[in-house]
C-alpha cells in the first residue's frame, strides 16, 4: 500500500514536470531551441552552397583578363597594354582591373604609354593572403610586380582608395614615381558610415562566415543603389552596366577585401598625411565637384593647399567615379603631369650641363 502510494506520487511528480517544464519540461525547452538552431544551420548551409556555385559560375563567365605574377608569395594579376613611358592605374576598393577598361582609359592611354593595371591584393584574380594589408604594403608590392615587369621608372594614376597606394609608392620610392595623378581620393582621417557598416566581414572567424553565406546575397542586393550613389549625380553608363564584371566583385575573398581595405581607410589616412610633403614628383589632383563618396573639400581641396606646387581640377555636375564620367579629362590629367615631369627633367639636365661647363 505505502509502496503503491509512492509509485502514485512519483506519477503526479512526472506528469507535472512534464506540464510545468522540469524536469522533463527541459526536452521541450530543448526543442525550443533546437528546432530554429536545426533551420538556421540549414538555411547557412544552403546559402554557402548557393554562394559557392555563383563565384564558379562568375569565374567561368569572367576569366582572368591578363597575367600573374608570383611576389612575396602574392599571385598577382595585372594586364599590360601598349608602348612608350610606363603609366600604372591603381583601383579604388572594391573594384578590378575591369573598371579601368570598361571607362575606355586603358585603350586610349595604351596609344602613348606603356599602360600596366593590376588588380589590388584579393580583388578581381589577385590573392590576398593573412596579414594587414595598408597602402604602404600594396605599395611594395606592386612596387616588386614592377621591378620585375622591367619597369624602371612609371607615371601613376591612383582612384579612390587606390590614391593612397599611388601616394606610398611615391612617398617610398621618389626617384621611381615621375608623377601622381590622384583621382577622387580620401586623404584624411574623418568620420564616415561605411566603415561601421561594411567591416565587420573582415572578422576573423564569424567574418568568414559571413562571406561565405550571408554576405554575398546581401551585397547583391545593395549593389545597385551603391553602383547610383559612386555615379551620382551622372546617370550610370550604358556600357558600365553591359560590360563591368558585378558577378566577380560578390565573390567571398573579394568581399574580405573590400571589408579589409574599408576598416583600414581612417588609420591608413591618419598614417599617410604625415608624409604628404615629402612628395617630389609633379602631382594633379582631380574630383568631382558633386562626389557622393568623399567630400573633395576636406579631401581634393584641402590636400591642394597642403601641396602648393600640384594642380586641381574640380569637374561641375561630376561623382566619384570621373574616369567613367568624363575619360578625356582624366586622359588630359594624365598628359599635363607626364608634361610637368618632362620638363623638370630637361630643367634639371640643362643645369647639370650648365654646372659642368661653369668656368
Sequence with gaps: MHGRVKAKDVSARVRRAVKHGSPGGMMSGAAKWLAPALLSAAALGASALYVRKKTR???RRHPPVGRFVNVDGVRVHYLERGQGEPLVLIHGNGSLIQDFMVSGLVDRLAERYRVIVFDRPGFGYSSRPRRVWTPRAQARLLHRALQWLGVEKAHVLGHSWGTLVAISL???????????VLEGGYYYPTARADVVLFSPPAIPGIGDLMRHTVSPPIASLLLPKMIDKIFAPAPVPDRFH???????????LHLRAASEDTALMIPAAAEMQRHYQE???PVVI?????DQVVEIRRHSER??????GS???VLPRVGHMVHHTAPDLVIEAVDRAAHRAARAHSAAAQEGTTAAVWP
Design 57 to 59: 559560375d562568375a569565374e
Design 170 to 180: 611615391a612617398v617610398e620610392n621618389p626617384s621611381f614615381v615621375e608623377s601622381l
Design 242 to 252: 553591359r560590360l563591368f564584371p558585378k558577378e566577380l566583385i560578390l565573390r567571398p
Design 279 to 281: 612628395l617630389v614628383a
Design 286 to 290: 582631380i574630383a568631382g565637384a558633386d
Design 303 to 308: 590636400l591642394h593647399h597642403e601641396l602648393p
Design 311 to 313: 594642380e586641381l581640377i
